[in-house]
T-cell receptor, first 114, second 111 residues
Framework: NAGVTQTPKFRVLKTGQSMTLLCAQD?????MYWYRQDPGMGLRLIHY???????AKGEVPDGYNVSRLKKQNFLLGLESAAPSQTSVYFC?????????????FGPGTRLLVL | RKEVEQDPGPFNVPEGATVAFNCTYSNSASQSFFWYRQDCRKEPKLLMS???SGNEDGRFTAQLNRASQYISLLIRDSKLSDSATYLCVVNWGSSASKIIFGSGTRLSIRP
């Protein structure tokens, strides 16, 4: 039981490049989330998904796209990376009672955009 | 005013001390509350939920004060291993977009 995994762990991009971050969970959770964490800002929700085939915008969705083609996977895409997207990205998952249930986080992806 | 505010610290206390910190929230409709712990360069992990009646888990006690709109975390007999950043989480609805994380309070326990 791996929980929540993320790939890659670290990536350096040049401005304008694109990339996809992959999140996978093996807990059969309905909900999946993508957050970014910046110093002094706390975790901010980028996009989330309430089930396979669904996605919704969070607090800071601009510049990102997501897809949930399979229940266990949630992909975060950066179409044209900008230095402002330098951050640590965390994926999380939880059961459907989002107001009561624990969120389980992946180990994070550190992204540097030059 | 931020929706969820925490004193960023750092709180630097000696081993064995008792330390407490608060988290204030602005939305009176907030329904559920949690404390997460995040070690340096690691992911957040749930420490404990915060119930209306307060709850205790070993050396950790969490309290909710709805009237003043804050939650608190008390750590007794602190250990070196308690050094971490503590994030409060406030949820004011059943939607994932209603979950707000505080920016965290950094705690450092010295020998």
């Amino acid at each position: 039981n791996a929980g929540v995994t993320q790939t890659p762990k670290f990536r350096v991009l040049k401005t304008g490049q694109s990339m996809t971050l992959l999140c996978a969970q093996d807990m059969n959770h309905e909900y999946m989330y993508w957050y970014r964490q910046d110093p002094g800002m706390g975790l901010r929700l980028i996009h989330y998904s309430v089930g396979e085939g669904t996605t919704a915008k969070g607090e800071v969705p601009d510049g990102y796209n997501v897809s949930r083609l399979k229940k266990q996977n949630f992909l975060l895409g950066l179409e044209s990376a900008a230095p402002s997207q330098t951050s640590v990205y965390f994926c999380a998952s939880s059961g459907y009672r989002v107001d009561q249930e624990t969120q389980y986080f992946g180990p994070g992806t550190r992204l540097l955009v030059l | 005013r931020k929706e969820v505010e925490q004193d960023p610290g750092p709180f630097n206390v000696p081993e064995g001390a008792t330390v407490a910190f608060n988290c204030t929230y602005s939305n009176s409709a907030s329904q559920s509350f949690f404390w997460y712990r995040q070690d340096c360069r690691k992911e957040p992990k749930l420490l404990m939920s915060v119930y209306s009646s307060g709850n205790e888990d070993g050396r950790f006690t969490a309290q909710l004060n709805r009237a003043s709109q804050y939650i608190s975390l008390l750590i007794r007999d602190s250990k070196l291993s308690d050094s971490a950043t503590y994030l409060c989480v406030v949820n004011w609805g059943s939607s994932a977009s209603k979950i707000i994380f505080g920016s965290g309070t950094r705690l450092s326990i010295r020998p």
